[in-house]
T-cell receptor
């Protein structure tokens, strides 16, 4: 079956802009989590959605937001981009708990 | 906040030798997961440990969960070039889907 699909794979933005990233989970998975990966900080948890509800939230500013649709697809949005937001954003889906299946990620560069 | 510490952060391992990577938490974990990320790739689930003192083996990989459920280790024997990558542990503190990832152990294999 198809894996987790993230779009776009690469994007370049400038400071102050906003960006929306998309994630399509594995069919049947109801949980979608988002992580920010940077070389110095590893994987930082952003938030998790389950059945369209945000179930867990990490320690990121309010500029980072997300949502999940009825088909379990999820989007995350970052507003007022800063240079430090440059990172690989990884989406992971699961049945609810346990093993996470990661997508290839969306690599964001903020200039 | 809750976090897991991984040591070492970097390892150079001669092909054919063994190595171990460690994961420590200051508070008790509900369970712990291990992931491997190849260079340029995304994290891939290896295993989940739940029980105190649990030991699981996958071919040349041996995973352990400490008695106090505060630490874990991954031991790889007879290292191969395919073992190159970054190994992450991810702690789950309350059984939900919010994983706290360590910063990873980047392994380079010397032929």
């Amino acid at each position: 079956k198809a894996g987790v699909t993230q779009t776009p794979r690469y994007l370049i933005k400038t400071r102050g802009q906003q960006v929306t990233l998309s994630c399509s989970p594995i069919s049947g998975h109801r949980s979608v989590s988002w992580y920010q990966q940077t070389p110095g900080q590893g994987l930082q948890f952003l938030f998790e959605y389950f059945s369209e509800t945000q179930r867990n939230k990490g320690n990121f500013p309010g500029r980072f937001s997300g949502r999940q649709f009825s088909n379990s697809r999820s989007e995350m949005n970052v507003s007022t981009l800063e240079l430090g937001d440059s990172a690989l954003y990884l989406c992971a889906s699961s049945w609810g708990t346990g093993e996470l299946f990661f997508g290839e990620g969306s690599r964001l560069t903020v200039l | 906040g809750q976090q897991v510490m991984q040591i070492p952060q970097y390892q150079h391992v001669q092909e054919g030798e063994d190595f171990t990577t460690y994961c420590n938490s200051s508070t008790t974990l509900s369970n712990i997961q291990w992931y491997k990320q190849r260079p340029g790739g995304h994290p891939v689930f290896l295993i989940q440990l739940v029980k105190s003192g649990e030991v699981k083996k996958q071919k040349r990989l041996t995973f352990q969960f400490g008695e106090a459920k505060k630490n874990s280790s991954l031991h790889i024997t007879a290292t191969q070039t395919t073992d190159v990558g970054t190994y992450f542990c991810a702690g789950n503190y309350d059984g939900n889907n919010r994983l706290a990832f360590g910063k990873g152990n980047q392994v380079v294999v010397i032929p």
